[in-house]
Protein backbone atom coordinates (compact mmCIF):
# COMPACT_ATOMS: atom_id res chain seq x y z
CA UNK A 1 0.00 0.00 0.00
CA UNK A 2 0.97 3.82 -0.97
CA UNK A 3 1.39 6.42 1.68
CA UNK A 4 -1.56 8.30 0.17
CA UNK A 5 -3.94 5.02 0.23
CA UNK A 6 -3.84 4.23 4.07
CA UNK A 7 -5.35 7.82 4.89
CA UNK A 8 -8.13 7.28 2.59
CA UNK A 9 -8.85 3.92 3.77
CA UNK A 10 -8.60 5.37 7.31
CA UNK A 11 -11.22 7.85 6.77
CA UNK A 12 -13.53 5.16 4.42
CA UNK A 13 -13.16 2.87 8.08
CA UNK A 14 -14.13 5.87 10.47
CA UNK A 15 -17.23 6.98 8.11
CA UNK A 16 -18.37 3.46 7.94
CA UNK A 17 -18.16 3.57 11.73
CA UNK A 18 -20.24 6.78 12.05
CA UNK A 19 -22.57 5.97 9.75
CA UNK A 20 -22.98 2.55 11.61
CA UNK A 21 -23.15 4.23 14.84
CA UNK A 22 -25.98 6.68 13.46
CA UNK A 23 -28.44 4.25 12.04
CA UNK A 24 -28.25 2.17 15.39
CA UNK A 25 -29.11 5.26 17.23
CA UNK A 26 -32.08 6.15 14.41
CA UNK A 27 -33.07 2.24 15.23
CA UNK A 28 -33.11 2.65 18.74
CA UNK A 29 -34.79 5.78 19.00
CA UNK A 30 -37.54 4.93 16.56
CA UNK A 31 -37.77 1.32 18.79
CA UNK A 32 -38.94 3.47 21.75
CA UNK A 33 -41.05 5.50 20.10
CA UNK A 34 -42.50 2.56 19.39
CA UNK A 35 -43.22 1.07 22.66
CA UNK A 36 -43.87 4.31 24.53
CA UNK A 37 -46.55 3.57 26.99
CA UNK A 38 -49.60 5.90 25.03
CA UNK A 39 -51.12 8.31 27.41
CA UNK A 40 -53.81 7.49 29.69
CA UNK A 41 -57.37 8.81 29.25
CA UNK A 42 -58.14 12.01 31.77
CA UNK A 43 -60.91 9.28 33.09
CA UNK A 44 -57.94 7.02 33.88
CA UNK A 45 -55.58 9.19 35.23
CA UNK A 46 -58.13 10.61 37.60
CA UNK A 47 -58.40 6.70 39.43
CA UNK A 48 -54.97 5.98 38.94
CA UNK A 49 -53.95 9.03 40.94
CA UNK A 50 -56.82 8.18 43.76
CA UNK A 51 -55.97 6.60 46.85
CA UNK A 52 -58.62 5.51 50.17
CA UNK A 53 -58.55 4.61 53.50
CA UNK A 54 -59.02 0.60 53.63
CA UNK A 55 -61.23 -0.73 56.35
CA UNK A 56 -58.73 -2.47 58.77
CA UNK A 57 -56.72 0.83 58.73
CA UNK A 58 -53.96 2.02 56.34
CA UNK A 59 -53.85 4.02 52.96
CA UNK A 60 -54.75 2.01 49.44
CA UNK A 61 -52.74 3.56 46.64
CA UNK A 62 -54.75 2.62 43.23
CA UNK A 63 -51.24 2.93 40.91
CA UNK A 64 -50.21 -0.31 43.24
CA UNK A 65 -52.75 -1.74 41.06
CA UNK A 66 -51.09 -0.84 37.13
CA UNK A 67 -49.53 -3.87 35.27
CA UNK A 68 -52.22 -6.18 35.60
CA UNK A 69 -55.79 -6.32 34.60
CA UNK A 70 -58.18 -4.89 37.16
CA UNK A 71 -61.52 -5.79 37.91
CA UNK A 72 -62.83 -2.27 39.76
CA UNK A 73 -66.35 -2.63 41.67
CA UNK A 74 -68.43 0.19 43.26
CA UNK A 75 -70.60 -1.24 46.13
CA UNK A 76 -72.33 -0.41 49.55
CA UNK A 77 -73.66 -2.50 52.24
CA UNK A 78 -77.31 -0.87 51.69
CA UNK A 79 -77.52 -1.90 48.64
CA UNK A 80 -78.87 -5.70 47.84
CA UNK A 81 -77.56 -6.30 44.54
CA UNK A 82 -74.06 -5.69 45.46
CA UNK A 83 -73.99 -7.32 48.78
CA UNK A 84 -75.50 -10.27 46.00
CA UNK A 85 -72.62 -9.86 43.68
CA UNK A 86 -69.72 -9.92 46.33
CA UNK A 87 -69.32 -13.40 47.00
CA UNK A 88 -69.36 -13.64 42.90
CA UNK A 89 -66.64 -11.13 42.41
CA UNK A 90 -64.76 -13.07 45.54
CA UNK A 91 -65.16 -16.13 43.35
CA UNK A 92 -63.66 -14.35 39.81
CA UNK A 93 -60.56 -12.86 42.04
CA UNK A 94 -59.77 -16.71 42.85
CA UNK A 95 -59.96 -18.08 39.50
CA UNK A 96 -58.45 -15.62 37.94
CA UNK A 97 -55.50 -14.20 39.89
CA UNK A 98 -53.15 -16.60 38.89
CA UNK A 99 -53.78 -15.12 35.08
CA UNK A 100 -52.80 -12.14 36.83
CA UNK A 101 -56.20 -9.89 37.51
CA UNK A 102 -56.81 -8.02 40.64
CA UNK A 103 -60.29 -7.42 42.08
CA UNK A 104 -61.00 -3.73 44.02
CA UNK A 105 -63.83 -3.08 46.07
CA UNK A 106 -64.54 0.49 46.86
CA UNK A 107 -67.10 1.14 49.19
CA UNK A 108 -69.71 4.14 48.63
CA UNK A 109 -70.58 3.97 52.25
CA UNK A 110 -69.63 4.86 56.14
CA UNK A 111 -66.65 3.09 57.22
CA UNK A 112 -68.56 1.16 60.06
CA UNK A 113 -71.46 -0.56 57.89
CA UNK A 114 -68.22 -1.48 55.64
CA UNK A 115 -66.07 -3.27 58.19
CA UNK A 116 -69.48 -5.04 59.62
CA UNK A 117 -70.18 -6.52 56.84
CA UNK A 118 -66.86 -7.77 56.06
CA UNK A 119 -66.90 -9.38 59.16
CA UNK A 120 -69.76 -11.33 58.50
CA UNK A 121 -69.19 -11.96 54.68
CA UNK A 122 -64.98 -11.56 54.20
CA UNK A 123 -64.08 -11.23 50.97
CA UNK A 124 -60.15 -11.94 49.36
CA UNK A 125 -59.70 -8.68 47.56
CA UNK A 126 -58.90 -5.42 48.69
CA UNK A 127 -61.79 -2.95 49.99
CA UNK A 128 -61.15 0.84 49.95
CA UNK A 129 -63.73 3.45 51.56
CA UNK A 130 -64.62 5.61 48.95
CA UNK A 131 -67.59 7.43 51.00
CA UNK A 132 -69.40 10.10 48.71
CA UNK A 133 -66.68 10.71 46.56
CA UNK A 134 -66.64 7.49 45.25
CA UNK A 135 -70.06 8.45 43.57
CA UNK A 136 -68.22 11.15 41.63
CA UNK A 137 -65.17 8.39 40.93
CA UNK A 138 -67.50 6.03 39.24
CA UNK A 139 -69.42 9.25 37.62
CA UNK A 140 -65.75 10.12 35.90
CA UNK A 141 -65.42 6.28 34.97
CA UNK A 142 -68.26 5.98 32.82
CA UNK A 143 -71.82 6.05 35.21
CA UNK A 144 -73.22 8.59 34.73
CA UNK A 145 -76.05 8.37 37.23
CA UNK A 146 -73.70 7.21 40.01
CA UNK A 147 -76.09 3.82 40.20
CA UNK A 148 -74.70 1.14 42.26
CA UNK A 149 -72.93 -1.26 41.59
CA UNK A 150 -70.81 -0.36 39.04
CA UNK A 151 -68.15 -2.02 37.86
CA UNK A 152 -65.11 -1.16 36.01
CA UNK A 153 -62.54 -3.17 33.98
CA UNK A 154 -58.89 -2.09 33.07
CA UNK A 155 -56.72 -3.51 31.10
CA UNK A 156 -52.86 -3.79 32.65
CA UNK A 157 -51.57 -0.67 31.02
CA UNK A 158 -54.49 0.96 33.33
CA UNK A 159 -57.09 1.70 30.25
CA UNK A 160 -60.73 1.13 30.86
CA UNK A 161 -61.55 -1.57 29.06
CA UNK A 162 -65.13 -2.56 29.61
CA UNK A 163 -68.12 -1.11 32.35
CA UNK A 164 -71.27 -1.87 33.78
CA UNK A 165 -73.88 -1.00 35.73
CA UNK A 166 -76.04 -2.80 37.52
CA UNK A 167 -75.19 -6.55 39.44
CA UNK A 168 -72.64 -8.86 37.29
CA UNK A 169 -72.66 -12.50 37.38
CA UNK A 170 -69.68 -15.12 37.60
CA UNK A 171 -70.60 -15.68 33.90
CA UNK A 172 -70.07 -12.45 32.54
CA UNK A 173 -66.90 -12.11 34.64
CA UNK A 174 -65.51 -15.49 33.55
CA UNK A 175 -65.65 -14.17 29.96
CA UNK A 176 -64.55 -10.91 31.15
CA UNK A 177 -61.12 -12.84 32.26
CA UNK A 178 -60.26 -14.71 29.20
CA UNK A 179 -60.92 -11.64 26.79
CA UNK A 180 -58.46 -10.00 28.74
CA UNK A 181 -54.35 -10.92 28.86
Known amino acids: MTETSRPSSRRRQIVY ?20 PKPLSKEAQAFWTASFEQPQGGQLQTRNFLGKPL ?8 CPP ?29 PTPVREFLQKTPVSFPIGLAGLTGTELS ?13 VAFDPSGEIVWRKLGA ?14
Request: with cysteine; net charge neutral.
Open 82 to 110: CVKEMPELDQFRREHLAKGWEVLGLAVDA
Open 168 to 181: TNLAELRLLGSSQP
Open 139 to 151: RSLGNPQGGLPFS
Open 71 to 78: LLNFWATW
Open 17 to 36: AVAGLGAAAMGLAYSLRQHA
